[in-house]
């Protein structure tokens, strides 16, 4: 069976001949196995703020079940792990997942910065500068300007994009990035309507410039798009027994997972899913939060599946702005708090443990009395992310004003060899 690699290969050659190859290309085209060792970082945002305590239930402590009589998830229902920790029942599709060691928890894990509200939350985590709004660029951007890049695609304007209609906040900076709403739009300027406008941003972000990494002009990296519209990616196919859910989320997904299996240099890769609100009748093992982690967990699922050998170097991290109160409130919903959850997926990773200093939910362990601590910086944990996985030395550049000693690692993933 040929390699969707060698399918390009053959296919751009009999459509466009030697002659007409442009030079990106020729190194998408005829890229080496080095290149499939690249390695990714796939940053997935739960917007709203995620119930950290529902998701990740700490069922072996007992304040847990006085904190939340109405939402709680009854111990029988949760899908153990530790013995003190298990899964909300909607996320099935992780613990095999977990047991191959694939997947690690952190928790009590969040920003410093005491803030409720999600547009201050998420700006500080995506700027990576808790506390201070006059930063100008992303963590995620700092970290692609300084991190090596793959010797396979030199000069790849796909090393930074973002599955959805802008570029986000954690993307903003010097090093381009780019956003792909969907990808059979992704086309040349004028080809349609709905193509229009992203292909004329894509198209002015390189037109003013010689591309000297590409060795030859902007208008080169713009055929790069046009050979990717001539695959014809509406023609995509997810790997044998994988199937995507419905919705945007799942979508996003699918076309990250094509962009990383054509060989385009996919370096860095951010991806958002909003509905983490849930003021009102969040539900316990049934209702809006369930359904939320049913879709969150069998697209990540399907995704890794998708991926399949490049899943080995690709790791998969996800975050929200802050948690939710320990308490539930009058409403059988949660309010606004403070520490929460991440996941960590991936071939890099120590799985099957979850990873941070629990602070207990006892009336005198919660911050301000309502909230789970943060005993966990989430700069600690992209940090670890960036320097051991990516192999960014730079994380003064990437994280100012912070210590980001790598003896403050959790040790989730190892050294980059």
Request: aromatic letters at 8%; a neutral charge.
């Amino acid at each position: 069976m040929l390699s969707r690699r060698v399918f390009i290969r053959n296919g751009a050659l009999a459509a466009i001949g030697m002659a007409g190859l442009p030079g990106f290309l020729e190194r998408v085209v005829f890229a080496e196995t080095s290149s499939a060792r690249d390695r990714r970082l796939v940053v997935i945002f739960q917007r709203g703020a995620a119930d950290g305590l529902n998701i990740v239930v700490p069922h072996g402590e007992s304040a847990y079940y006085r904190v939340r009589p109405n939402i709680a998830i009854p111990r029988g229902q949760v899908i153990d792990l530790d013995g003190h920790f298990g899964l909300h029942p909607s996320l099935a599709a992780f613990k095999p997942l977990f047991e191959q060691k694939h997947l690690a928890i952190i928790d009590a894990v969040g920003s410093p910065d005491p803030t409720r509200s999600h547009f201050d939350a998420q700006d500080y985590m995506e700027s990576g500068t808790p506390g201070i709004k006059s930063t100008e660029d992303g963590w995620l951007n700092r970290a692609l300007s300084s991190t090596p890049v793959p010797a396979s695609q030199p000069g790849s304007p796909f090393r930074g994009i973002a599955l959805g209609p802008s570029l986000p906040r954690a993307l903003s900076g010097s090093a381009p990035a780019v956003a792909v709403a969907n990808i059979d739009q992704f086309g040349v300027a004028g080809n349609s309507p709905a193509s229009q406008p992203l292909s004329t941003t894509f198209e002015a972000m390189y037109s003013q410039s010689v591309d000297t990494v590409l060795h030859g002009t902007a208008q080169e990296t713009f055929d790069a798009v046009k050979m990717l519209k001539s695959i014809n990616p509406s023609q995509y196919r997810p790997a044998a027994g994988v199937f995507y859910p419905r919705g945007r989320f799942a979508d996003s997904l699918r076309q990250c997972a094509q962009l990383i299996k054509a060989n385009v240099g996919v370096q860095v890769a951010f991806v958002d899913i909003g509905g983490w609100d849930h003021h009102v009748n969040e539900g316990s093992t049934q209702g809006q939060l369930a359904n939320r982690l049913t879709e969150f967990s069998q697209s990540i699922t399907a995704f890794w599946n998708d991926l399949g050998s490049l899943a080995d170097e690709t790791l998969i991290l996800t975050m929200t702005e802050f948690g939710r109160t320990a308490h539930e409130n009058g409403n059988r919903g949660t309010d606004h708090g403070h520490g929460s959850l991440m996941f960590a997926l991936g071939g890099p990773v120590r799985g099957g443990r979850v990873y941070g200093a629990w602070p207990g939910l006892e009336e005198h362990q919660l911050h301000e009395g309502r909230d789970l601590n943060v005993t966990t910086d989430f700069r600690h944990v992209v940090g670890e992310a960036v320097r051991n996985h990516l192999g960014d030395q730079n994380l003064k550049t990437v994280f100012p004003g912070f210590d980001s000693s790598p003896h403050k690692f959790l040790g989730y993933i190892g050294e980059r060899a």
